[in-house]
């Protein structure tokens, strides 16, 4: 949880992460510190996962010691954990989200009013953080293209199946029939068709500057984005 200082005061900001690709699947805003921001919060992920036996992992805040939140997390099946006392580094990815979001963002916005804070934190997001930011630890792909690249890979163990099947098929067949040669003379399994890109590579964003979408909006952005400087 951070706060976002406006003129009308304090609106404060609390998210959650899925750790399998560093996306923001619930995220909300209060203008109090109490339990019900963080189960609002918990209650969108659920929403947007629908998840069965997950973990979910916080610092020690009397919102996530609260009797409420663990209630709620009793009642949709999600185990609650939480780290030691005072250590930042056993929450360090949504230290880290955070940490982003203050360096890109808040730290260079002054905002009149909490409607507006909320407007930009919201934009920052779901147009720039989990679609185009990019993430070392996912290989430099945002959160949307690393769960895309995933459900589009097929299954391993199905994949190797049928490799197998299709060996033991072709064992009973001349040598020759079972080698087809590309352009170079290889086997088609030694050579790749470097000349037609994985889809993957055609969906990435194509490279621009890191910074937030209020400050530099990417061409594909820009239609999401109207404010004045």
């Not at 036996?53 to 609260?66: E, K, L, R």
């Not at 808040?106 to 934190?121: G, K, L, N």
């Not at 459900?151 to 098929?169: F, I």
Request: contains cysteine.
């Amino acid at each position: 949880m951070t706060y976002l200082p406006t003129w009308q005061g304090v609106l404060y900001l609390a998210v959650v992460l899925d750790v399998y690709s560093r996306k923001v699947i619930g995220w909300a805003f209060g203008a109090n510190q109490t339990a019900d921001l963080v189960i609002y919060a918990l209650n969108m992920a659920l929403l947007t996962r629908k998840p069965e036996s997950v973990i979910h992992h916080s610092d020690q805040g009397s919102q996530y010691t609260s009797v409420a939140f663990g209630q709620r997390c009793k009642d949709m099946g999600v185990q609650p954990s939480m780290g030691t006392v005072g250590d930042a580094y056993d929450n360090a990815m949504a230290e880290s989200f955070f940490a982003s979001l203050e360096c890109e963002l808040i730290d260079r916005r002054t905002w009149e009013s909490r409607t507006q804070a909320r407007h930009e934190v919201f934009t920052w997001i779901e147009a720039w953080y989990n679609p185009h930011r990019l993430h070392s630890a996912l290989g430099y792909k945002s959160p949307n293209n690393f769960e895309r690249e995933m459900n589009e890979k097929p299954n391993t163990k199905h994949t190797q199946q049928q490799e197998q099947t299709q060996l033991e098929s072709k064992e009973s067949e001349p040598t020759k029939a079972s080698i087809t040669a590309c352009g170079d003379g290889l086997p088609t399994g030694c050579c790749a068709p470097v000349h037609n890109p994985s889809l993957a590579t055609l969906r990435e964003p194509p490279g621009y500057e890191q910074a937030s979408p209020v400050d530099k909006p990417a061409p594909e952005l820009a239609y999401a984005i109207n404010y004045s400087p």
